[in-house]
């Protein structure tokens, strides 16, 4: 018996964080569409509350606490989405929020952290000062840490962009999500799972950051060391809760390179009028390299943020 | 009696191209809200076929022609949005599109007209030289030409755009539409005055092509000499068809300078998470800039494209 988290659960969630979301659109292209020669259906999260879908883990999360839990806090670390995430879902549930980011951590980002009312704990850039960072803060305030992605709470809350692109579209044959720690790619394989086995669901991977290709391959969790890749959402590594779903429900990692993902970001923005994160274009990326057979099918693709530097794009590095 | 198109007109217009033609989707945001102290509504038309809403005006005129009058193709000169549109509503009509472009037409634009499949025919970037190679291919060709906005026929399809929006939202007390040859505009204004006068029709036009403010001071059309702005779209004057339309019906023409309109532009990029072109960004910019006594107010702004080169953006320059 698994204690996985079960769609009557995911459907609470999704009641549960309505007021603080947005039910974000699910937009189609046919000049894509033609390229891929197939039918593609962008649930875009770039949309979401603090541009990606973490809003929907993180209030979640906080809203799943009881108030005398809250009295302390939240903390976390993050130089992403997830900051922002916490942040904001600290705010609607006021309660304080501390984030702890690397000080080389982009001035863009630290802004809407800041605006949205946490307060900021600077560390090194290295996953070992981020984590001590974290701990001396939980330490000191007594703060609730949220994980970003290794926490069920966090998952359910991600399987709800799945719920409502099954809702927004029927007849999908495939979905696919990107992957780095797992919330969202094992939330969005828990919906799938439970309301259309049938479906099958990808993980799309920067291959400069494969650790859930090499993961599924060995059959346990295969940390990536130093990952190297434009998408920055999908550095970190498969998570003890998120790899045992992803191993169970999902079918296959696909990798694929920088320049395919900076490509599918471009042909986005161009033809879409859209602004997705790098993050965002592994799953197109997959489609456009023909790295899965899908032609004529139906494919749902997770767009997960739209969270970009607009001073220094990709293709003009 | 006026022969100005009725809003019977612009409802059959509306039927007419509605298969052809996206209709698009009104979005909203509440940090600009928070900015402008308004409630904002952004008709995207960066989303309609071509990426602006000149595919309205372009179809429209096709689909109001015989096909006899087709059969020596259309014609038209343009470097921009309009190109692409008449190329596309050629490819729709079965007819052949010939687009008169100056030499120094961006690639990507030049592309875009070519992937619709019509002939190009270059000139020398001069207005002169444009309507004397125009002469030529029409002599030569026995093409119709279609003009970008004085054309009864073009301004009718432009129309649609705010026929949808007042579908879409109830209440509004203004809409803001950006003018260059003043189609959008015209129409947006035959619309509004017709099915509720109540609503105020301003006008944003860059401080750097502002022949639509001084005609309105002035009663009658004054064209710019050496338009000098970021919004290429809003570079041409009022036309004999445009101008008495957008005299009796439009309240106010607003200008911004260029540093307004790249702030404005950017600011819908970051919080908004959609493309848009710098003419698009124009009406926000007048709001921005306190340009227009709006608190509190319930506004549409119509967002006239998404065409940008990704590799080189005002911010950028």
């Known amino acids: 018996m698994s204690n996985y988290p079960t769609i009557e659960q995911i459907r609470a969630a999704s009641r549960k964080i309505e007021p603080l979301i947005h039910k974000t659109a699910v937009l189609t292209c046919k000049s894509i569409d033609q390229i891929c020669q197939a039918r593609l259906f962008f649930k875009c999260e770039n949309f979401q509350k603090v541009g990606a879908f973490k809003a929907r883990g993180a209030v979640n999360a906080l809203f799943s606490l009881q108030e005398k839990e809250l009295n302390q806090g939240v903390a976390t670390h993050s130089s992403g989405n997830h900051a922002a995430a916490v942040a904001y879902a600290a705010g609607c549930r006021n309660t304080k929020a501390y984030v702890v980011m690397p000080d080389n951590a982009s001035p863009i980002k630290i802004a809407a952290v800041r605006e949205y009312g946490a307060e900021i704990i600077y560390c090194k850039p290295t996953q070992q000062a981020r984590e001590a960072a974290l701990g001396e803060v939980v330490e000191r305030t007594g703060a609730v840490f949220i994980h970003p992605y290794n ?104 990798t694929v390179t920088d320049d395919a993902i900076i490509n599918a970001m471009r042909l986005v923005w161009e033809r879409m009028k859209i602004i997705i994160e790098p993050s965002s274009a592994v799953a197109l990326a997959v489609l456009l390299e023909e790295r899965a057979s899908i032609k004529g099918k139906s494919i749902g693709l997770i767009i997960s943020g739209g969270n970009v530097n607009l001073d220094n794009l990709p293709w003009q590095r």
């Open 151 to 254: 926490d069920y709470r966090v998952i359910t809350g991600q399987a709800t962009a799945a719920l409502e692109l099954l809702e927004q579209v029927s007849a999908l044959d495939a979905i696919i999500a990107p992957v780095g720690g797992g919330g969202l790619l094992s939330g969005t394989a828990l919906t799938v799972s439970a309301l259309n086995p049938k479906i099958v669901v990808y993980g799309a991977e920067p291959a400069g950051a494969d650790d859930a290709f090499r993961s599924m391959q060995a059959g346990q969790i295969i940390p990536i060391e130093k990952p190297d890749t434009i998408a920055d959402g999908l550095r970190t590594s498969l998570g003890e809760l998120t790899f045992p779903i992803i191993r169970k429900h999902v079918s296959a990692i696909i």
